[in-house]
């Protein structure tokens, strides 16, 4: 599984930002896709999640402004970050937790992490 994130950037507060991350690979199922984010000198945190069948769930810090959609047939998770504040300067990580089926079937269950896109939040 590889996944491949986009969007980030620059923006000054209360602006807004587009992220995505399609995921690809042969032979898997995706189930929960979602985002975290690490700031300097900080643990990761959980910054959305969403199943498959459209169901979220939301770090405290984010609820109400960022919103998090999927398209499922292009394997591809959004986050739309609006009211950006300078606390929310992060690097961005999307995830995918998925089931690879081998070449004798056997499924073998997994979390996939895409190469962190930085967001920048001026004051």
């Known amino acids: 599984v590889q996944l491949q994130a986009s969007g980030g950037g620059l923006v000054q507060a209360g602006g807004s930002l587009r992220l995505s991350c399609v995921a690809s690979g042969s032979r898997l199922t995706i189930n929960d896709m979602g985002w975290h984010r690490q700031a300097p000198g900080k643990q990761r945190e959980l910054v959305a999640l969403?199943?498959?069948?459209?169901?979220?769930t939301y770090g405290d810090s984010v609820k109400g402004r960022f919103t998090i959609s999927r398209d499922n047939a292009k394997n591809t998770v959004y986050l739309q970050m609006n009211g950006l504040e300078p606390e929310d300067t992060a690097v961005y990580y999307c995830?995918?937790?998925?089931?690879?089926?081998?070449?004798?079937?056997?499924?073998?269950?997994?979390?996939?992490w895409g190469q962190g896109t930085l967001v920048t939040v001026s004051s």
């Open positions: 969403i199943s498959s069948g459209g169901s979220t």
């Open positions: 995830n995918a937790d998925y089931i690879y089926y081998s070449s004798d079937d056997t499924p073998v269950v997994g979390r996939q």
